[in-house]
Nanobody, 115 residues
Framework: QVQPVESGGGLVQPGGSLSLSCAASTSIFSLDAMGWYRQAPGKQRELVATINRGGSTNYADTVKGRFTVSRDNAKNTIALQMNSLKPEDTAVYFC?????????WGQGTQVTVSS
């Protein structure tokens, strides 16, 4: 069973930085894809960034140039480095893992950008 577990998140001022981490509970080499989604109050869950088995990345236009998704093969973790944060980045962030095209979701971690 694949069980993503997120850590990180919290409260940060606009313009600040925050890092999220996701433990995969399995070898990330067994995964087709992995990454991060987010859901703001009253809105649908949306893609933030993904990275596939080959290392190719994909970002939402709203975070390009500010966020970076990466993976640590030895630790079986996925990270999301968020810089130049804006109030509109406030949301619950979910780790997404996919194995044999079956998606697995973490429970989410709150990120609040506010002064």
């Amino acid at each position: 069973q694949v069980q993503p577990v997120e850590s990180g998140g919290g409260l940060v001022q606009p313009g600040g930085s925050l890092s999220l981490s996701c433990a995969a509970s399995t070898s990330i080499f067994s995964l087709d894809a992995m990454g991060w989604y987010r859901q703001a109050p009253g809105k649908q869950r949306e893609l933030v960034a993904t990275i596939n088995r080959g290392g190719s990345t994909n970002y939402a236009d709203t975070v390009k140039g500010r966020f970076t998704v990466s993976r640590d093969n030895a630790k079986n973790t996925i990270a999301l480095q968020m810089n130049s944060l804006k109030p509109e980045d406030t949301a619950v962030y979910f780790c997404y893992l996919r194995r044999r095209y079956v998606p697995y979701w973490g429970q989410g971690t709150q990120v609040t950008v506010s002064s």
